[in-house]
């Protein structure tokens, strides 16, 4: 069994930075990619950025060039550096990652339980 554990929300002020983190742990063999949803009240959740096994990355339109995301393999941990917040990225930001686990392809795919983003302005 793979668990995602989210660190790093909280609260910023307009045109402030946070740095999300969510670490996996479990039987892991290698991730085959990861990334960060976001659900604001009353929305569907979204997806903010992915990065693959291969460093491919694909970003929200509304976060290119504010939001980065980065991944440490060694520690099966994924970042997301948002930069220039706004009150808009308000919302609560989830990991979502898929793991190759057995020898013979088997993988995990799950959710991290949420952290909290709140930009005030």
């Known amino acids: 069994q793979v668990q995602l554990v989210e660190s790093g929300g909280g609260l910023a002020h307009t045109g402030g930075s946070l740095r999300l983190s969510c670490a996996a742990s479990?039987?892991?063999?290698?991730?085959?990619?990861m990334g960060w949803y976001r659900q604001a009240p009353g929305k569907e959740r979204e997806l903010v950025a992915v990065i693959t096994s291969g460093s491919a990355t694909n970003y929200a339109d509304s976060v290119k060039g504010r939001f980065t995301i980065s991944v440490d393999n060694a520690k099966n941990t994924v970042h997301l550096q948002m930069n220039s917040l706004k009150p808009e990225d308000t919302a609560v930001y989830y990991c979502n990652a898929e793991f190759l686990i057995t020898d013979d392809g088997g993988t995990w795919h799950g959710w991290g339980q949420g952290t909290q983003v709140t930009v005030s302005s």
């Open positions: 479990g039987s892991i063999i290698r991730f085959n990619d």
